[in-house]
């Protein structure tokens, strides 16, 4: 060893134990239990055997190099959960819209199926404003078309 390097040997030991007196107690596990004074106490040391004990400060995680990774792929799959919710909520809000519609179809539907089966005069307003009484033959095409809507729209039952 030369003369030089001998030299900077007591001065590379100190920098060396001075990280390492920084570096392991950040890494010391830390008890707390309460002594048989009531007393809480903590300590770098365990408490003697039997009694009971809590681990409050322990050794950090190992880093993980694909922690990153694995945050942002967690992340993909949380905006995809979420855009397939949306995608749910919109599907299902739609067919409910529909069956609404459906439903409302139905029930006009068949009141004027009952309007055009009665025996009563019905009275229809023509392309000059004028009122005129519904003649026959429209009177059961329109019981035609609703019968359709009827069958076309209305659950069986």
């Known amino acids: ?51 009971k004990y809590e681990v409050v400060g322990g050794a950090p995680p190992p880093d993980n190099p694909n922690a990153a990774r694995e945050i942002a792929n967690k992340d993909i799959e949380l905006r995809k959960v979420q855009k397939e919710r949306v995608e749910e909520a919109k599907k299902a809000d739609k067919t409910r819209a529909d069956a609404q519609k459906r439903a409302d179809v139905c029930t006009q539907a068949r009141a004027a199926v009952r309007t055009y089966e009665s025996d009563q005069p019905l009275v229809t307003t023509t392309a000059k404003g004028e009122r005129a009484y519904l003649e026959a033959p429209e009177r059961a ?15 069986a039952g």
């Open 1 to 51: 060893m030369s003369l030089r390097a001998a030299a900077r040997l007591p001065a590379l030991t100190a920098v060396v134990a001075a990280a390492l007196a920084f570096a392991l107690p950040a890494l010391a596990t830390t008890y707390k239990w309460v002594d048989a004074g009531g007393r809480v106490v903590y300590s770098d040391q365990p408490p003697v055997a039997g009694q």
């Open 141 to 155: 095409r329109r019981l035609d078309e609703q019968k359709r809507l009827v069958r076309e729209y209305c659950p």
